[in-house]
């Protein structure tokens, strides 16, 4: 299994990137995909899920109606739209697969509640900074 993330750059803040997780090696289509981001001195934050099964995701209070994910199952792709950003927005970002999604059919909201060790393979993350 792998993921590799790309797209992470340098912006302004109250620019936009589009990020994008590409996966090998499963079948991208049956497990959630998740997009965590993490800066020095924090927890790795999980900021949106999406599943693959349904397209219905979940998102973060603190990307909620900046940051719209989304997936193209033929591509084996995640993509993660990032808008209007801050400083606050700065860190390493990276995708993620939920493979042992558990009993009954948990919603987005619920998978992104779990903790990030819960997450089965990630990729290694691309860079994001945002110069004010």
């Known amino acids: 299994v792998q993921l590799v993330e790309s797209g992470g750059t340098s912006v302004r803040a109250g620019g936009s990137l589009r990020l994008s997780c590409t996966a090998s090696?499963?079948?991208?289509?049956?497990?959630?995909i998740a997009w965590f981001r993490q800066t020095p001195g924090r927890d790795r934050e999980g900021i949106t899920v999406i599943r693959s099964t349904d397209g219905t995701s979940a998102y973060s209070d603190s990307v909620k109606g900046r940051f719209t994910i989304s997936i193209d199952n033929a591509k084996k792709t995640s993509y993660l739209q990032l808008n209007d950003l801050s400083a606050d927005d700065r860190g390493l970002y990276y995708c993620?697969?939920?493979?042992?999604?558990?009993?009954?059919?948990?919603?987005?909201?619920?998978?992104?509640?779990?903790?990030?060790?819960?997450?089965?393979?990630w990729g290694r993350g691309t860079q994001v900074t945002v110069s004010e």
């Open positions: 993620a697969v939920l493979f042992f999604v558990g009993g009954g059919t948990p919603n987005s909201a619920s998978i992104l509640a779990r903790q990030p060790a819960e997450f089965d393979y």
């Open positions: 090696q499963f079948h991208f289509g049956n497990y959630p």
